[in-house]
């Protein structure tokens, strides 16, 4: 079992800047992918970017060349930052392991992009 926790988010003002985090933990597991997702008041949610155990990234078109997703393999935790940030990327972001074959979701953490 892995558990995960997303921590990082906020409010802040449109072109202002978050990062995000999210910390893997449990006993004896091997990441593969990691991923950020999010989800905004009445909509599907969607893939933000995610980072392979090669760290081959890929993002939303929506938030290239604004966010950017890292990760420390020794510390089994990624990161977002996410920089000239708009109103639209309101939402309440999720983190998504892949561990030993099984994904792995925590309960989220809000950003509201708002003056």
């Known amino acids: 079992q892995v558990l995960v926790v997303e921590s990082g988010g906020g409010l802040v003002q449109p072109g202002g800047s978050l990062r995000l985090s999210c910390a893997a933990s449990?006993?004896?597991?091997?990441?593969?992918?990691m991923a950020w997702y999010r989800q905004a008041p009445g909509k599907q949610r969607e893939l933000v970017a995610f980072?392979?155990?090669?760290?081959?990234?890929h993002y939303a078109d929506s938030v290239k060349g604004r966010f950017t997703i890292s990760r420390d393999t020794a510390k089994n935790t990624m990161y977002l930052q996410m920089n000239s940030l708009k109103p639209e990327d309101t939402a309440v972001y999720y983190c998504?392991?892949?561990?030993?074959?099984?994904?792995?979701w925590g309960l989220g953490t809000q950003v509201t992009v708002s003056s």
């Open positions: 980072i392979s155990s090669a760290d081959f990234t």
């Open positions: 998504n392991v892949n561990a030993d074959g099984r994904g792995y």
């Open positions: 449990g006993s004896a597991f091997t990441i593969y992918t």
